[in-house]
């Protein structure tokens, strides 16, 4: 069976430019939102379909990210296991082949190696194996003996220590085969949103690390050290700087929800501690319900896809959704967190850019501190938007390229904000006061840009023929059960058939287990595939009713 799926412009050039290349590596640079997941499991069914016995591995940055892969997978006919660990053996004959993080492959680089022997590797967000030495180390040991492999990412990204495995660097710049930016998005228009970014200025007071007692505003000229220092006590949870943007956003989302009522917002910050006390000063002060999401809890992905999901209006998270995580939307953003490095905020303004069919006028907006450093980052993000919105020469604005990316050590524990008033409120339309929403209505609602592609089948698999292209899964429909999740699904009604006939025989869990498995022709419990766990459910069933 084949299918067809219409992809945009840029997905279909750089699918063809894959497969003209016949490279082992291609790395794919494409802007937040512009459909980069869909991109790579097209090129994934074409590499299986021409090598059906390959292996399909994902490296993904987070947790989260790994069901949202295999979710989306699913619908290509592609089954993989989000859940998937070393420690688990043999993987079962009726899946294609897994979703792994960074982090899993740097502990687990020999037994990656073995399953990942001529297999086609997709490294979702390339430029995280640089985040530790040992994971550009790992990455290299697990993949090297793959057959192809296809790195994408959000951003372009730098070599600032050691060049990242299996991706081509000019002059320390990492060379993509095929690059997609957002000003390119926002010209073809029904890609990504235009975002904009109201910025607040302050007057900040604060006890630095070596006692003195310092006060500036964000017009003041500081050197790397003081002005991060001048950032953490704007942001600081006992100063009104913080409240006072907070307001300004809620009431934007306000306003944009009595028109896109679904509409969420999304304050970033600096800690957990951070983020908790920005919910309780939304929550306290402005009645706003807030979702936290921090990385050390355990739900934190199923807060995240609740909240996608839903209509609630907030979500505080420190990195959790700093990029990859689909919450299309999200409209109005709090930029709260003392990271100001240039790729970090692409990666946040990424969270804004998702695209929603059917509506129109839908600007984005990130509040940010009137932060030298984050206003050079704004922007150049701005220029990319005003040029391609309004078809003319780009206009020039006076920009601070002073700032660095990072601040230096300090002894934090002397550190204390005293004081911290906003002041001035800059909003988007002092620098696009000429730009008109009409711009935004000139593409029209329909699929005359989609380009449709023929896919060759999915790649056959042993085991259990049911798949869920039975249960009516299309390219691009809505989520459903990955096998991953069936699969659970049948060892919890195994494991309640287990319980109750330990409770009927006498025996013992791991007899039972045992009989269970032998009559089934089951092995170790996670080789199963979904037609062995039936067939065992069906085993316990028909001794239960003896």
Do not use: C
């Not at 050691?162 to 690059?179: C, G, M, Q, R, T």
């Not at 929403?437 to 592609?453: G, Q, R, W, Y």
């Amino acid at each position: 069976m084949t299918r067809q799926i219409k992809l945009r412009p840029w997905q279909k050039a750089a699918f063809e430019k894959y497969v003209a290349a016949g490279q082992a590596d291609f790395l794919t640079v494409a802007t937040p939102g512009a459909g980069k997941t869909t991109f790579a499991l097209t090129v994934a069914r074409h590499v299986l379909s021409e090598r059906p016995r390959a292996r399909l591995i994902v490296v993904a940055p987070t947790a989260h990210l790994k069901l949202q892969w295999a979710q989306a997978a699913a619908r290509f006919a592609l089954h993989l296991d989000p859940a998937w660990s070393a420690a688990d053996g043999a993987l079962p004959s009726d899946m294609h082949g897994i979703v792994t993080t960074y982090q899993q492959v740097a502990t687990s680089a020999d037994v990656l190696r073995s399953l990942a022997a001529d297999a086609f590797v997709i490294f979702d967000e390339i430029h995280h194996a640089a985040d530790e030495r040992a994971w550009g180390d790992s990455v290299r040991v697990a993949f090297e003996g793959s057959a192809r492999r296809l790195a994408i990412s959000g951003t372009p990204f730098r070599s600032d220590t050691s060049a990242i495995p299996f991706v081509n660097y000019v002059l320390d710049e990492a060379a993509p085969d095929y690059e997609y930016g957002y000003g390119d998005a926002l010209g073809d228009g029904r890609v990504v949103r235009p975002v904009y970014f109201p910025r607040t200025g302050g007057e900040m007071e604060w006890s630095a690390p070596d006692g003195s007692i310092l006060s500036a505003t964000f017009d003041d000229a500081l050197d790397q050290a003081r002005s991060s220092q001048r950032l953490r006590t704007a942001l600081s949870l006992d100063g009104e700087w913080l409240p006072t943007v907070l307001r300004e956003a809620v009431t934007r989302l306000e306003e944009i929800r009595t028109v896109h009522p679904e509409a969420g917002g999304l304050v970033i910050a600096s800690d957990q501690d951070h983020a908790r006390g920005i919910a309780s000063i939304l929550s306290n002060r402005f009645g706003q319900a807030a979702t936290v999401v921090t990385s050390d809890d355990p739900d934190a992905s199923a807060r995240i896809a609740t909240f996608s999901a839903g209509s609630a209006p907030w979500l505080v998270a420190v990195r959790m959704v700093s990029e990859g995580v689909d919450i299309p939307r999200l409209r109005v953003g709090v930029y709260a967190t003392t990271t100001t490095t240039e790729l970090f905020f692409r990666q946040a303004v990424g969270r804004f850019v998702r695209w929603t069919p059917g509506l129109r006028n839908q600007k984005a907006y990130l509040f940010i501190p009137d932060d030298a450093r984050l206003r050079a980052r704004a922007f150049q993000i701005a220029d990319q938007r005003r040029h391609s919105l309004r078809k003319r020469e780009q206009e020039r604005f006076e920009r601070d390229e002073s700032a660095l990316d990072t601040g230096v050590e300090e002894q934090m524990s002397l550190f204390a904000a005293l004081s911290a008033v906003a002041t001035e409120h800059q909003a988007h339309e002092a620098y696009d006061a000429d730009f008109v929403d009409d711009d935004l209505e000139a593409v029209p609602e329909d699929d005359e840009l989609d380009l449709v592609l023929t896919l060759a089948p999915p790649p056959p698999l042993t085991g259990d023929r049911r798949s869920l292209d039975d249960l009516g899964i299309n390219i691009g429909g809505d989520a459903a059960r990955t096998r991953r999740e069936e699969k659970r699904r049948l060892r919890e009604q195994n494991a309640e058939m287990v319980a109750s006939l330990v409770r009927r025989t006498g025996q013992t869990h791991a007899q039972v287990n045992s009989e269970l498995n032998r009559l089934s022709g089951v092995g170790r419990i996670t080789e199963a595939t979904v037609g062995q766990l039936r067939r065992r459910l069906e085993v316990a069933e028909q001794i239960a009713r003896r």
